[in-house]
């Protein structure tokens, strides 16, 4: 199984970018790279995935170095609503294994 | 799409007792998971289904834990002898199917306190 790296905390103010970075340097060619979140008190959310291109949607965007042994999910413009705790999992087919993930504080 | 509920949200039960947590996923989804995690942890693997076949267990999930999911809807996560180690939040998910590309979607969680 891959392993990932995250700093455990990241602050941000409302309204500027945030670019939360993951490194998975073990990443296996056949693994997607999940990013989930979690607010307090609540299960897990979808945020983005991808394999090798660039991928964005509504709610953030991914962007995946070309060795694809690293990665950043980009927050557009923070809100306060996006503190949480951010997780980058590289995931194949089965479990789902989740690190520490990164803390991430919103300042108003 | 209503999304993965769980019930009861909260259990408080006494060492020694059994507990029973159910998950309803979203419907047309194939796939359920199950996932334990203490306080500060991210979430942790458990088991997982395809349809009503059990294809994964974790090390984890000892011999006092089983699931269920009879007709490939709804699951089960049964404790057998609860411990104090098995206090946690338990979390179910659910996905389209199998294969890393699909997301998956988490319900809310069922929080058991085991005094």
């Known amino acids: 199984d891959a392993k990932t790296t995250q700093p455990n905390s990241m602050e941000s103010n409302e309204e500027e970018p945030v670019h939360l970075p993951c490194n998975h340097s073990t990443i296996s060619g056949t693994d997607y790279i999940h990013w989930y979140r979690q607010l307090p008190s609540q299960g897990p959310e979808y945020v983005i995935h991808?394999?090798?291109s660039n991928v964005n949607n509504r709610m953030a965007s991914l962007a995946i170095a070309e060795d694809r042994k690293s990665s950043t999910l980009i927050l557009h413009r923070a809100t306060l609503r996006d503190a949480a705790v951010y997780y980058c999992i590289p995931y194949n087919n089965n479990d789902m294994r989740f690190g520490a993930g990164t803390r991430l504080t919103v300042k108003p | 799409d209503t999304g993965v509920s769980q019930n009861p949200r909260h259990k408080i039960t006494k060492r020694g007792q059994n507990v029973t947590f159910r998950c309803d996923p979203i419907?047309?989804?194939?796939?359920l998971y199950w996932y334990r995690q203490t306080l500060g942890q991210g979430p942790e693997f458990l088991t997982y289904?395809?349809?009503?076949?059990?294809?994964?267990k974790s090390r984890l999930l000892s011999d006092r834990f089983s699931a269920e999911r009879p007709k490939g809807s709804f699951s089960t996560l049964e404790i057998q002898r609860t411990e104090q180690g098995d206090s946690a939040m338990y979390l179910c998910?659910?996905?389209?199917?199998?294969?890393?590309?699909?997301?998956?979607?988490f319900g809310p969680g069922t929080r058991l306190t085991v005094t």
């Open positions: 419907s047309e989804h194939n796939r």
């Open positions: 289904f395809q349809n009503e076949a059990q294809l994964e």
């Open positions: 991808g394999l090798t």
């Open positions: 998910a659910s996905s389209r199917t199998g294969g890393a590309s699909y997301e998956q979607y």
